[in-house]
């Protein structure tokens, strides 16, 4: 009986093993620009899309069929690193573009400081003395603005996280 059970199970075996496998597979482009492929129908707006039918044994792969999924499957991956490199590249072109438009705030922002400050030392220079307010006084305070836009020009950022 036990064997019976085995002999029936080679010949299932034997069986399953010469039937025929029908496969079809699409390729596309999809709206990124990307090409995709897949066992399932692409999207209605895909675009050159191309089917490609495959029936082979399972007992005997073919050869010819194992060489295009290869080549289908460095296609996609060459597809991916491009994909990749471009959306790095965009990246970085983008944060070069963000540091740039910072530092021409930034450069605005110090132009801007430094005209106050100028108008500051030329109303204080503009001032009168009298006797709340001497020539010692106008000197040391025209210093301290000018020592705020020293300060200001060697080193912005800590100027402006510090301003006084």
Same mark, same amino acid.
């Given at each position: 009986m036990r064997r019976i059970g085995i002999v029936s199970l080679i010949a299932l075996f034997f069986l399953l093993g010469s039937t025929v496998v029908y496969a079809t597979i699409y390729t596309w482009t999809d709206a990124n620009g990307v *090409? &995709?492929? +897949? #066992?399932s129908q692409p999207p209605e707006n895909a675009k050159n899309v191309q089917t490609i039918e495959e029936t082979?044994? #399972?007992q005997n792969a073919d050869? =010819? #069929? &194992? =060489? @295009?999924y290869d080549r289908m499957v460095?296609?996609? +991956? *060459?597809n991916a690193d491009r994909?990749? @490199?471009r959306q790095a590249e965009k990246k970085a072109q983008e944060a070069a573009a963000r540091q740039k438009q910072q530092q021409m @705030?930034?450069?605005q922002r110090v132009a801007r400081e430094r005209d106050r400050l100028q108008k500051k030392i030329d109303a204080i220079k503009n001032r009168g003395l009298g006797p709340t307010f001497t020539t010692g006084m106008k000197a040391n305070l025209? *210093?301290?603005?000018q020592d705020r836009i020293d300060r200001l020009e060697s080193d912005p950022k800590a100027y402006f996280r510090h301003p006084e």
């Open positions: *090409k &995709r492929y +897949s #066992n082979h044994s #399972n050869a =010819q #069929n &194992r =060489q @295009e460095e296609d996609a +991956s *060459k994909q990749f @490199e @705030e930034q450069a025209i *210093k301290q603005v």
